[in-house]
């Protein structure tokens, strides 16, 4: 909820520059750094790719709900530090291996055939629908896939190089925005469709 919050937020102060959108995702930022690691972790990736999307004249008041947020977060500083400072999960939690992607996504798709038969056809027919109509690539295609995809990149090189923290469950936070990265191609659906 507070990923979709602080998305929800963002992309309405871009498209609208109300204040009020600006306050929801400071709070939401807030909310997320609040609530676990790698939610603080896509909170600071959401906020900072979406920067050089900012108009010149809205980037004052964007930085400062940056520092804000971040003001707000400074007095779990210490327990983050500490809790970093013990590694991962190592004790029983194994590194990524190579079967971990395939292992992950029969989990997201809850083991089962027929949602894996079905995911996959949307996929499939949304990338054909892109190549049919051309990609025209905006700043959603690489948004969607950056906050997909980061959290797992960095948690996957944090539990193989320093210690194990990457767990299934973790990226239920990005999820969302694979989801829209790889569907995006149905905008050329028709309404009916």
């Given at each position: 909820?507070?990923?979709?919050?602080?998305?929800?937020?963002?992309?309405?102060?871009?498209?609208?520059?109300?204040?009020?959108?600006?306050?929801?995702?400071?709070?939401?930022?807030?909310?997320?750094a609040y609530t676990?690691?790698?939610?603080?972790?896509?909170?600071?990736?959401?906020?900072?790719?979406?920067?050089g999307l900012v108009?010149?004249?809205?980037?004052?008041?964007?930085?400062?709900?940056?520092?804000?947020?971040?003001?707000?977060?400074?007095?779990?500083?210490?327990?983050?530090?500490?809790?970093?400072?013990?590694?991962?999960?190592?004790?029983?939690?194994?590194?990524?291996?190579?079967?971990?992607?395939?292992?992950?996504?029969?989990?997201?798709?809850?083991?089962?055939?027929?949602?894996?038969?079905?995911?996959?056809?949307?996929?499939?027919?949304?990338?054909?629908?892109?190549?049919?109509?051309?990609?025209?690539?905006?700043?959603?295609?690489?948004?969607?896939?950056?906050?997909?995809?980061?959290?797992?990149?960095?948690?996957?090189?944090?539990?193989?190089?320093?210690?194990?923290?990457?767990?299934?469950?973790?990226?239920?936070?990005?999820?969302?925005?694979?989801?829209?990265?790889?569907?995006?191609?149905?905008?050329?659906?028709?309404?009916?469709?």
């Open positions: 909820f507070t990923v979709a919050l602080l998305a929800d937020g963002l992309t309405r102060y871009l498209a609208f520059g109300r204040r009020g959108a600006l306050i929801v995702a400071g709070l939401a930022a807030v909310a997320c676990h690691h790698f939610t603080l972790l896509l909170a600071a990736i959401m906020v900072i790719s979406t920067l108009p010149r004249t809205w980037r004052r008041p964007y930085l400062l709900m940056g520092v804000a947020a971040a003001v707000a977060y400074l007095p779990n500083l210490p327990i983050f530090a500490k809790q970093l400072g013990h590694g991962g999960l190592g004790g029983w939690l194994s590194a990524p291996d190579a079967a971990w992607i395939p292992r992950y996504l029969a989990w997201i798709l809850h083991f089962s055939l027929p949602l894996m038969v079905c995911v996959g056809s949307v996929v499939l027919l949304a990338v054909l629908m892109t190549l049919r109509q051309g990609a025209r690539p905006g700043p959603a295609s690489w948004l969607f896939a950056l906050w997909a995809l980061a959290p797992w990149v960095i948690g996957h090189a944090y539990s193989v190089w320093r210690e194990p923290v990457l767990q299934y469950s973790v990226l239920l936070f990005s999820f969302p925005f694979l989801l829209g990265w790889l569907f995006m191609g149905l905008r050329h659906a028709s309404r009916p469709f």
